[in-house]
């Protein structure tokens, strides 16, 4: 099973921080930043996302800046297989966007324009309603074998 993060981070104006992505998983899809944690390093989720952050947003930030908000398993997820996520909050609220990276475009989107943008499935179904309306630790297993279905 890989463990990886995914990186919830805000502006001022309350829009989420989301990647038009390039390369798969998730290919041409608005998600959040994020990656893999090295396990091999016994990388801890917060290590990761601070490290994610820098690589892929160029955001400086301490392990103390980000807040785990839930832990997701997904089984049979396409191109990646089984895989923990872990949700990562950014506690500092962004001025500015980054620039591109070489997994894609940013874009800043408010939570009630989602419709009008391509998310993951299982994010548009799960994730968003639980990030959005819950304060408390998220938890959830999802079976991706029939996704996008």
């Known amino acids: 099973m890989k463990l990886a993060t995914l990186l919830y981070i805000k502006n001022r104006k309350g829009e989420y921080l989301l990647m038009k992505r390039m390369n798969e998983p998730n290919k041409g899809l608005f ?16 290590a990761c996302a601070v490290r994610e952050a820098f690589e892929e947003c160029s955001i400086n930030s301490g392990e103390r800046d980000w807040k785990l908000r839930g832990i997701i398993t997904d089984k049979n997820y396409p191109f990646i297989g089984n895989i923990m996520l872990f949700l990562m ?7 500015e966007l980054p620039p591109a990276c070489n997994e894609g475009a940013f874009h800043f989107i408010h939570p009630l324009e989602f419709h009008k943008y391509k998310l993951p499935e299982s994010d548009r179904q799960f994730l968003w309603d639980e990030i959005l309306k819950n304060e408390e630790l998220i938890m959830l297993t999802l079976d991706c074998t029939e996704y996008p279905d």
């Open 31 to 46: 998600s959040p930043p994020g990656g893999k944690l090295k396990t091999e390093e016994a990388e801890s989720p917060s």
């Open 89 to 95: 909050e950014y506690k500092v609220l962004l001025a």
